[in-house]
């Protein structure tokens, strides 16, 4: 069985500063595995997503996360931190064990940045 | 691609009635999914449809909600008896074939229960 965790439920960083927001995934086979952004009252956006090619990978708005097969982590980072970067970001992992299509979300870090 | 768009935006009800939502997914996007958000919590998932067939519902779903795609295209998400504990957020999502498909949401309908 697939699960997320995503450590902090609230990340507060300056304006400018580094953004880390972790995730650790447990898979008993190889993963597919996203980060999606939520602003308030708006669904999910993908930022984006590695699917066993390069293990760094670069997303929308200056994200990147690095797949590290030994740590199970996927964690995203973004070297300047923006206001526009405030929102609820969630961790999801996919797998084919079991045969299901249902990804598995963690239960998301919310992003405060400020001025 | 004009994105998943979900009807309505907002619901108001009173406790004991029936409603409806409505998912339009992505045209091209045989999968679509539904899922429950909670304020602080990640979406958590509701069923799943492959076509116009739903293969997979949550244990958690209860006896009051149903859903369907017919056709395959648009689908909808009835609750019967609504209950306090039925507010929340309901995302829809679609995508492609394959585990590595991201999925695209819609904007969510907010549901109320007075």
């Known amino acids: 069985a697939q699960s997320v965790t995503q450590l902090g439920s609230h990340v507060s960083v300056s304006e400018g500063a580094l953004v880390l927001l972790r995730c650790n995934y447990s898979?008993?086979?190889?993963?597919?595995l996203f980060w999606y952004v939520q602003y308030p009252n708006q669904g999910l956006q993908l930022l984006l997503k590695?699917?066993?090619?390069?293990?760094l990978v670069k997303g929308i708005n200056g994200f990147e996360a690095e797949f590290k097969k030994s740590e199970t982590s996927f964690h995203l980072t973004k070297p300047s931190a923006h206001m526009s970067d405030a929102a609820e970001y969630f961790c999801?992992?996919?797998?084919?064990?079991?045969?299901?299509?249902?990804?598995?979300f963690g239960r998301g870090t919310s992003l405060i940045v400020h001025p | 691609d004009t994105g998943v768009s979900q009807n309505p935006r907002h619901k108001i009800t009173k406790r004991g009635q029936n409603v409806t939502f409505r998912c339009d997914p992505i045209?091209?996007?045989?999968?679509l999914y539904w899922y429950r958000q909670t304020l602080g919590q990640g979406p958590e998932f509701l069923t799943y449809?492959?076509?116009?067939?739903?293969?997979?519902k949550s244990r958690l779903l209860s006896d009051r909600f149903s859903a369907e795609r017919p056709k395959g295209s648009f689908s909808t998400l009835e609750i019967q008896r609504t209950e306090q504990g039925d507010s929340a957020m309901y995302l829809c999502?679609?995508?492609?074939?394959?585990?590595?498909?991201?999925?695209?949401f819609g904007d969510g309908t907010r549901l109320s229960i007075l």
């Open positions: 898979s008993s086979v190889p993963p597919y």
């Open positions: 999502a679609s995508s492609q074939d394959g585990f590595n498909q991201p999925q695209h």
């Open positions: 999801a992992v996919s797998d084919q064990s079991g045969g299901s299509y249902i990804p598995t």
């Open positions: 449809f492959q076509n116009e067939a739903q293969l997979e």
């Open positions: 590695y699917t066993s090619a390069a293990t």
């Open positions: 045209s091209e996007h045989n999968r």
